[in-house]
């Protein structure tokens, strides 16, 4: 079956405690990306990748980092998270970002940062 | 700065009826445009990419895109309760090296079909 996968699903944790949220395609797809979703603000790109080892900044980049060693896998870091981290976040991937390119989400992760 | 405006609502539609979903973008270079529908809880999934002016159908679903008023819309004909949720609108832009920066998500319209 086609699709994306994070792990963990929910996660709460304590600020300063680094961790990372996992992001797994299995679609051959060029193009993954980091999204945050909060109440009132919709969802904010965070950081995408238009191939293996080709990464850039959304709009909030601030407080994460990211990787793509491997074409199916973005994980995204959190080097030292913050309360203000706390959000649902979503990885997508799409075969190539363009017109008419669907973009897949994953399950979505809730983190909670105390 | 790019922004995609939608009316937060809530749109509330009568079972059966016409819901009509609206989205503005500010960025002149915008050239594909998605309507993703999210449940409350789930992850966004896409309904409809439109990048032509005009109309475009698949089923119950209608975007049209009117890039000098720079206006998005969703049609959803007859209305049914499962359609319920949040929709986004979301604009992709296209740089010149031929790939694009990613989606600018709205905020979303939460709407509510009526039995």
């Known amino acids: 079956e086609a699709q994306v996968t994070q792990n963990p699903r929910y996660l709460i944790t304590v600020t300063g405690k680094k961790l990372t949220v996992t992001c797994s395609q299995n679609m051959n797809h060029e193009y993954m990306s980091w999204y945050r979703q909060d109440p009132g603000l919709g969802l904010r790109q965070i950081y995408y990748s238009m191939n293996v080892e080709v990464t850039d900044k959304g709009d909030v980049p601030e407080g994460y980092k990211v990787s793509r060693k491997e074409k199916r896998n973005f994980p995204l870091i959190l080097e030292s998270p913050s309360p203000n981290q706390t959000s649902l976040y979503f990885c997508?991937?799409?075969?190539?970002?363009?017109?008419?390119?669907?973009?897949?989400f994953g399950p979505g992760t809730r983190l909670t940062v105390l | 700065q790019k922004e995609v405006e939608q009316n937060s609502g809530p749109l509330s539609v009568p079972e059966g009826a016409i819901a009509s979903l609206n989205c503005t973008y500010s960025d002149r270079g915008s050239q594909s445009f998605f309507w993703y529908r999210q449940y409350s809880g789930k992850s966004p999934e896409l309904i409809m990419f439109?990048?032509?002016?005009g109309d475009k159908e698949d089923g119950r679903f209608t975007a049209q895109l009117n890039k000098a008023s720079q206006y998005v819309s969703l049609l959803i004909r007859d209305s049914q309760p499962s359609d319920s949720a949040t929709y986004l609108c979301a604009a992709s832009r296209r740089y010149s090296g031929g790939g694009a920066d990613g989606l600018t998500f709205g905020k979303g319209t939460h709407l509510i079909i009526q039995p």
């Open positions: 997508a991937s799409s075969l190539r970002q363009g017109v008419a390119d669907t973009q897949y």
């Open positions: 439109i990048y032509s002016n």
